[in-house]
Structures are given as C-alpha cells and as structure tokens.
C-alpha cells in the first residue's frame, strides 16, 4: 500500500509538471457508510478466525483495528481527509488494547500516532481550505 500511495502522490499532470493530480478531499457519508459494513463484516470474520485458530486473548479488537487500518491506509493514499478520522478511532482502540495486554511502550508508541493522526487531519483540512 506504501508503494501505491507514492505512485499516487507523485503522479503528476501532464502539462503541469509540480502540480500533483491527486488533491486532498472528502468522500460523503454514504460511502463512508458502505466502508463500516464492509470492515464491520470483516472484522467479525477475521475475529471469528483469531477466535477459533489462535489464543488472542483480545481477538475482536485485533481484528477490528487491523481491518480498519487497511482501509484508513488505503483512504490516506487516496488523500481522503477522513482516513485521519479512521486513525484516530484506530489509534485511541490500540492504545487501549495494548495497555490491556501491559505492552506500555508500544501503547505509547500508539499514543504518539494518536497525536500525529490529529496533526495530520488539521494540517490536511486547512490544506482543503
């Protein structure tokens, strides 16, 4: 995903070349509400899975922040402003599941991300304006 937000966020316009073709926008509610239902159908699925074939202890919350990741991931290489509203929902979820499970560092790892998820939506939105 990585490779395909650079290809996307370096691709520029043919007579233009330093103006990017892809700009930071915002999708509306309906498709937002098609991504819940699918990554909520998945999420039950992927945790039915942890549930019956691993020993997570925490097996819905892994499942739900893993799915959930890859679409904000996919979201913020589309420069989507609301894949930072994923991220944030996202991080606040891990930094509960590892502090659940004592793995401080990376709970604070996480809470650095939850910050850096609230820069990136302001900077994003006051680049919309």
Known sequence: MGFYGFYLWNKKEENLELKSVLRIRELAIKYHLYFLMICLTLSMLLAYIFESYTNADKAYLDAFTTIFSFLATYLEAKKILSAWIYWIVINGVT?????????????GLSFVYFVMSFVGYYRWKQAII
Not at 95 to 107: E, T
């Open 95 to 107: 930094i509960v599941l590892y502090l659940s499970k004592d793995l401080d560092v990376y709970a």
